[in-house]
């Protein structure tokens, strides 16, 4: 997302109970949409239109991950950590700090077999 977010979007959608769960729940580790469903206990539409909502705003982001069956899936990692809000001159000012997450096992393996090696010593 270009940083011409508008403050009254980002809070509109920081104020949904769904949305921050799953903020809180991708902080923690990368989380698919049927454990965010378990994890927040809400249905899997709901799930995906607060993740479309999310990566709109970069505060979420998807990567496919391969598991050893060669089946995938797409897995969502918070990149939100920080919102800020300040009130200066008369006017309201936001701050989003981001991170971006390196914590997808193998995902930097050049080689497809080291993928695989990374991905099982990780489960």
Known sequence: ???DW?????LDLLSDEYA????AATSVE??????LAEQCDASL???YRRVERLQEYDLLEERTRVD???SHHKMYSATLSEFSMDLEDGGYEGT???????DFPGEDETDTAD????MWENL
């Open 45 to 47: 539409p709901t799930i």
């Open 20 to 23: 921050r769960s799953i903020l």
């Open 96 to 102: 989003i700090e981001r991170v971006s997450r390196a």
């Open 115 to 118: 993928r695989f090696t990374e």
């Open 1 to 3: 997302m270009s940083e």
């Open 68 to 70: 050893l069956t060669g």
């Open 30 to 35: 990368p989380m698919s949409a049927k454990q």
């Open 6 to 10: 508008e403050l009254a979007e980002v």
